[in-house]
């Protein structure tokens, strides 16, 4: 059974947007926007989430497009581009109608710049947060069916249960299915597990993306995307021997050959990141998602 599509996502650093490396605020050049583009088409790679920035409390973005951004726009002509808007939930009054509305002009400018879409990642959110769900459908009616919207999400409920701390950890399929009627695209971001075990975090990644496909299959025209790890550098939440593009890539796949017939609309993967994938990681993303190697390990 075949499982790319080449139908997959990445998140794109903040420089593809400005134009400017983040620390140095050099240019960057259009020889490594042809190795950018070279490298994921290579790579199955159609969904560019490219970050725009936090928003910041007023619902303004810090930054504007560059020139570079445009060239990308060409460059990509085939690609669906989104605007990354990210924040920290407790730095931003998202249950603010003024807020709400502040951003959507963010967003209009953002569509003017010559993007498809906003993908959307505030964490932590907590179930039902206050705020999301009207977002989504302000967004919806003020730039239509044509103007896709995506947004990244935390893992859901077990059994509809919160435990504990884990409450701001976990969506349940109750607030997962409003958002994806409001929605075109989720992305489960399926890493940050806590796990120490390779065989424990293969079966939460196959039970996670179960539940993705069962719940958002169902509604006409959603797309699921399963956000896969290439970073190594949050210890504290996130083992790389244990989360990895090869675990992670196994995961998913077991868990569409267990629903053949529901998983149409999970299209395919998401790295996170580009900038922290390397030669050896894309090797395993071709060796194990793209050409179906690898065998489970059990630790």
């Not at 003017?112 to 302000?138: C, I, K, N, Q």
């Not at 969506?171 to 890493?191: H, P």
């Not at 939440?237 to 090869?246: D, M």
């Not at 990141?273 to 030669?279: A, C, L, Q, R």
């Amino acid at each position: 059974m075949r499982f790319d599509r080449g139908t997959n996502g990445i998140w794109l650093g903040h420089r593809w947007y400005t134009g400017k490396g983040v620390r140095t605020g050099d240019p960057v050049s259009l020889v490594e926007l042809k190795e950018l583009r070279l490298n994921l088409e290579k790579h199955g790679i159609t969904d560019l989430f490219i970050h725009v920035g936090p928003a910041l409390p007023s619902g303004e973005l810090e930054d504007s497009a560059g020139d570079l951004f445009r060239s990308l726009r060409g460059v990509f002509s085939e690609a669906r581009i989104f605007a990354w808007v990210g924040a920290r939930v407790e730095n931003i009054p998202l249950d603010s109608t003024l807020f709400r509305q502040e951003l959507i002009r963010s967003i209009r400018g953002l569509r003017s710049a010559g993007f498809d879409g906003v993908h959307f990642d505030f964490e932590p959110m907590v179930d039902y947060e206050p705020g999301y769900l009207e977002l989504l459908t302000e967004v919806r009616d003020q730039f239509g069916e044509g103007f896709l919207i995506s947004q990244a999400t935390p893992r859901a409920s077990f059994m509809g249960l919160f435990p504990g701390p884990l409450r701001r950890s976990y969506w349940s399929q109750g607030f997962y299915t409003e958002t994806m009627q409001r929605s075109n695209q989720t992305v489960l971001m399926a890493y940050d597990s806590g796990l120490d075990f390779i065989t424990p975090y293969i079966a939460f990644v196959r039970h996670q993306t179960g539940l993705l496909v069962d719940w958002g299959c169902s509604i006409p025209n959603h797309e699921i995307l399963i956000g896969v790890p290439a970073y190594e550098d949050v210890p504290l939440y996130s083992n790389p021997l244990v989360e990895n593009l090869r675990t992670a890539s196994l995961g998913v796949r077991s868990a569409i050959e267990a629903n053949r017939e529901k998983a149409n609309c999970l299209v395919g993967v998401s790295i996170y990141s580009n900038w922290v994938t390397d030669e050896d990681e894309w090797g395993d993303f071709r060796s194990y998602w793209m050409k179906n190697g690898g065998t489970q390990q059990h630790e």
